[in-house]
């Protein structure tokens, strides 16, 4: 009996995908064809070696932006049992946008369970929600995982954002401090620029 991964590659051509290994579909097929990206989302909650998981995980990266189901790509990350599985769905969500994904999104980077997770989806609501909804969940995300949401406030922050961020920076140390005084310096070269602009 052909062993998980000779199955798995043997099912890829059959549907049309011949590839000698699972790293190499990103070669082979970048940007992935819509088809090919819908038979790994079906495979791997099938494939019970945690590796290859995310190997083929990883190979939906080839994704073009926007194409991806985010209902088969949320379950997964649910599903997930362990932090390097879910740190790989987090990147593809992060680089990819996957489609109706946003409800979703909000309640995984408020939820503690996502981990170290946390940073990728909070990145991943700076690129993909409205302007009017992102801001608020991540200042909410920042109160109670401020790494997590530091980088992408100072992406997208405003003067609102910069009081919340200023107001943290006295009693940060490390990293956080670092990043907090990045994010500061970030925003505020942004609404220096706007007001230049405005004049």
């Given at each position: 009996?052909?062993?998980?991964?000779?199955?798995?590659?043997a099912a890829l051509a059959e549907a049309g995908?011949?590839?000698?290994?699972?790293?190499?579909?990103?070669?082979?097929?970048?940007?992935?064809?819509?088809?090919?990206?819908?038979?790994?989302?079906?495979?791997?909650?099938?494939?019970?070696?945690?590796?290859?998981?995310?190997?083929?995980?990883?190979?939906?990266?080839?994704?073009?932006?926007?194409?991806?189901?985010?209902?088969?790509?949320?379950?997964?990350?649910?599903?997930?049992?362990?932090?390097?599985?879910?740190?790989?769905?987090?990147?593809?969500?992060?680089?990819?946008?996957?489609?109706?994904?946003d409800e979703w999104l909000i309640a995984a980077?408020?939820?503690?369970?996502?981990?170290?997770?946390?940073?990728?989806?909070?990145?991943?609501?700076?690129?993909?929600?409205?302007?009017?909804?992102?801001?608020?969940?991540?200042?909410?995300?920042?109160?109670?995982?401020?790494?997590?949401?530091?980088?992408?406030?100072?992406?997208?922050?405003?003067?609102?954002?910069?009081?919340?961020?200023?107001?943290?920076?006295?009693?940060?140390?490390?990293?956080?401090?670092?990043?907090?005084?990045?994010?500061?310096?970030?925003?505020?070269?942004?609404?220096?620029?706007?007001?230049?602009?405005?004049?």
């Open positions: 009996m052909l062993d998980p991964h000779a199955q798995f590659l995908f011949p590839v000698s290994s699972v790293a190499a579909i990103r070669d082979q097929y970048d940007p992935l064809p819509s088809g090919l990206a819908e038979l790994l989302l079906e495979w791997i909650p099938r494939l019970e070696d945690r590796r290859l998981q995310e190997s083929v995980v990883w190979a939906l990266l080839a994704a073009r932006k926007g194409t991806l189901d985010g209902a088969k790509l949320s379950e997964l990350f649910d599903s997930a049992t362990n932090d390097d599985l879910k740190r790989a769905i987090a990147s593809v969500i992060h680089q990819t946008r996957p489609r109706n994904i980077v408020r939820d503690r369970r996502s981990g170290a997770s946390r940073n990728l989806l909070a990145a991943a609501v700076a690129k993909m929600l409205s302007p009017e909804r992102l801001v608020s969940v991540l200042i909410e995300v920042f109160h109670d995982a401020p790494l997590a949401a530091v980088h992408p406030l100072g992406k997208v922050g405003d003067s609102a954002v910069l009081d919340v961020l200023a107001a943290a920076l006295p009693t940060a140390t490390g990293l956080l401090r670092r990043e907090l005084r990045q994010a500061i310096a970030r925003i505020e070269r942004r609404l220096a620029k706007a007001r230049q602009k405005g004049r």
